[in-house]
């Protein structure tokens, strides 16, 4: 493995961005960066700048309002970058999948690395997806795709 | 001023207590600090390379500049940096 692949998964530092989410999935994320889960052990901080971001943690339906912002956002972040989907509404849009108000899940907007579904999902399947966004752990569930009749 | 003292300056200069020394200790300096705050809250904390792949990590990182820059763009700060010096006067 080259070495500098090697530093860019060891020290993966998060942007959390609120793309139109009530706030549960915000909490979870929250909840990851306590004490009690000490994501500081796998090198992953917490940023305050999309400049300093490798990952952009995005929660929420992706609303009309706020698509032009995620796309500077996701503009600002310098490559290498990957995109991580948190939660039920930007995996699929949750109940608000046909809304005329949201753009139906973070898929239809940007090119995303790896979906977290729950509602919210938990701490620890938030600290899953981040780690198998980085090749770290193995895949647990296959894709399942559903149509609407 | 024989080649000898030319040299071990140069390695004072950049080696022992100069650049390469004061960098690596400073970064393991940061990990200390970053540990000892996890212990304090009972948990594991960063490993002890964690400093050195933030630097390697950053170095990889793609620049981004903003489009309409001029190289006399930071003349400004440059001039505000250096008329306030960090020693007393």
């Known amino acids: ?36 889960y000490d994501v500081e052990r796998f090198g992953i901080r917490l940023v305050h700048t999309p400049r300093h971001a490798d990952a952009l943690l995005v929660a929420g339906p992706v609303t009309r309002q706020v698509r032009e912002r995620l796309i ?7 490559d290498p970058k990957l995109v991580i989907a948190v939660g039920s509404c930007s995996t699929g849009g949750g109940i608000w999948y046909n809304s005329y108000a949201t753009l139906g899940g973070l898929g239809n907007v940007l090119p995303v690395a790896i979906y977290i579904p729950g509602c919210p999902p938990r701490p620890e399947a938030i600290l899953y997806g981040v780690a198998q966004a980085l090749g770290l752990v193995p895949k647990q569930v296959e894709k399942q795709e559903f149509a609407e009749v | 001023m024989n080649l000898a003292d030319i040299s071990l300056a ?21 990990w200390v600090d970053r540990k000892v705050t996890a212990v304090i809250q009972s948990r594991i904390g960063p490993p002890w390379f964690q400093p050195f792949a933030d630097i390697g990590k950053l170095l990889a990182k793609r620049m981004i500049l903003p489009p309409a820059r001029k190289p006399l763009d930071f003349l400004p700060r440059l001039c505000w940096q250096l008329s306030a010096p960090p020693w007393p006067r």
Not at chain 1, 5 to 20: Q, T
Not at chain 1, 72 to 78: A, D, F, K, L, Q
Not at chain 2, 10 to 30: E, H, K, N, R, S
């Open chain 1, 72 to 78: 500077r956002v996701y503009e600002s972040t310098p």
């Open chain 1, 1 to 36: 493995m080259n070495a500098l692949d090697w530093c860019f998964k060891k020290s993966i530092w998060v942007y959390h961005v609120n793309a139109g989410s009530c706030n549960g999935c915000d909490i979870e994320i929250l909840d990851v960066l306590t004490p009690y």
């Open chain 2, 10 to 30: 140069i390695l004072y200069t950049l080696i022992f207590p100069g650049f390469l020394f004061t960098a690596v200790i400073g970064l393991l300096l940061t």
